[in-house]
Antibody, heavy 120, light 103 residues
């Protein structure tokens, strides 16, 4: 059974940092791209960042470019999102999602999300 | 690329047919997906490649279109279909969502 388990969320002050993790189970992690998608309270879905299966390609939404870094460790079946210079508007539930392909595709499996709250 | 969904809210009764629209600001070919999200839950993939149903999705759900104009049709609404629906270009931006509510 495919499972994605996010961790690392919490309360952080503006300007602070957090590192989210996404542990993958039930499929060959190194064969699929993955992404992070967030949802602010009461709002819609926002794609944040994506990484190819090999890790050689990384992509970011304009709202986080230069502040967030996506990475993956295929030996540990785990993806990461390093979030720096956090702002109040980064407050959201962060989901990791598995792509259907090595570089792109629809998101066929999602984690349950981890809440990030940025507040003083 | 900007995806615009319409309507913002759709009020229908169980058994009725629902048609949701997604328009892209430039062509995405058929690289479009539809998701369903219920309160407190992660999104679920319904349709990929504009018209292919994901595993386990009932055949009352169908997708159509290509290029810039897409539709998600639910042929006969079941009580569990009332939710928010999002379109997405592959690996990127989402539409703002359509809330399907019980009339």
């Amino acid at each position: 059974e495919v499972q994605l388990l996010e961790s690392g969320g919490g309360l952080v002050q503006p300007g602070g940092s957090l590192r989210l993790s996404c542990a993958a189970f039930g499929f060959t992690f190194e064969n699929y791209a993955m992404s992070w998608v967030r949802q602010a309270p009461g709002k819609g879905l926002e794609w944040v960042s994506g990484i190819s299966a090999s890790g050689g390609g990384t992509y970011y939404a304009g709202s986080v470019k230069g502040r967030f870094i996506i990475s993956r460790d295929n030996s540990k079946d785990t993806g990461y999102l390093q979030m720096n210079s956090l702002r109040a508007e980064d407050t959201a539930v962060y989901y990791c999602a598995k792509s259907q392909g090595k570089t792109a595709g629809a998101f066929d499996f999602w984690g349950q999300g981890t809440l990030v709250a940025v507040s003083s | 690329i900007v995806l615009t969904q319409s309507p913002g809210t759709l009020s229908l009764s169980p058994g009725e047919r629902a048609t949701l629209s997604c328009r892209a600001s430039q062509s995405v070919n058929s690289y479009l997906a539809w998701y369903q999200q219920k309160p407190g839950q992660a999104p679920r993939l319904l349709i990929y490649g504009a018209s292919s149903r994901a595993t386990g999705i009932p055949d009352r759900f169908s997708g159509g279109g290509s290029g810039t104009d897409f539709t998600l049709t639910i042929s006969r609404l079941e009580p569990e279909d009332f939710a928010v629906y999002y379109c997405q270009q592959y690996g990127g931006t989402f539409g703002q969502g359509t809330k399907l509510e019980i009339k």
